[in-house]
């Protein structure tokens, strides 16, 4: 028998006309944190974590939330994220966990997520949900991959805190959802000030850098 999916009725972004200054525009940023990388099979969601960015700032505005995996945490994990199996007991469940999360993006009425190295983190959502038989209404998405390959087409792909460190922003606890967030927040900010210097201010010059023609997993 085929199922439908449901989709959830969470507003994760509000429209915003495309000539929308960048540095008039909220975003939400955020990072997962999971059991391993094989997301589509044995591996769940274990950590999100969330933080907005406003006017170019990044605020105290923040969300954090540990997820139960229904299943046992490797040790190997537990080592490289500080996450164990005590800290997700009695945690929600991963549906209840990304509700949470949509109501704050939702709360905080920004035009769309920013992730490093989103495509991953959507993909955990999706995972998620799709074993629950749900979906969502996806919003503007900014890789801070993309903007990187923007200003410097030449990198090779490299982790949040080997950028960091190269632009010169705050680095806070490393594979933590919200320090990883954090620390992608305060990259963001600073991109999007060297994209600004560039000429590129609107929402629109933001979308066409970090589409998928243009961005940096397409070169």
Not at 85 to 100: E, L
Request: charged letters at 25%; a negative charge; one cysteine or more.
């Amino acid at each position: 028998m085929f199922w439908k999916k449901k989709k959830m009725h969470y507003q994760l972004a509000r429209q915003m006309p495309l000539n929308q200054p960048i540095r008039e525009t909220s975003f939400t940023v955020f990072d997962t944190e999971t059991t391993g990388f094989a997301v589509g099979g044995k591996d769940r969601l274990i950590e999100i974590g969330a933080v907005q960015v406003e006017g170019l700032q990044v605020t105290d505005h923040t969300f954090q939330t540990y997820v139960n995996p229904q299943r046992d945490i490797p040790a190997r994990i537990t080592e490289l994220t500080g996450i164990a199996d005590s800290h997700v007991q009695g945690a929600p469940d991963a549906f209840d966990a990304i509700s949470d999360f949509y109501a704050f993006m939702e709360k905080s009425d920004g035009c769309g997520w920013v992730g490093h190295y989103l495509a991953f983190d959507l993909l955990v959502l999706k995972k998620e949900l799709a074993r629950e038989k749900w979906s969502f209404e996806e919003p503007l998405g900014v890789d801070t991959l993309d903007l990187i390959g923007y200003l410097a087409p030449s990198w090779d792909m490299r982790d949040l805190h080997h950028y960091a460190m190269s632009f010169g922003t705050p680095i806070h606890e490393r594979h933590s959802a919200l320090g990883d967030a954090l620390t992608t927040a305060h990259l963001l900010v600073e991109l999007l000030r060297y994209v600004e210097d560039r000429g590129r201010t609107t929402l629109g010059e933001l979308m066409d850098i970090t589409s998928k023609e243009n961005g940096i997993h397409q070169r």
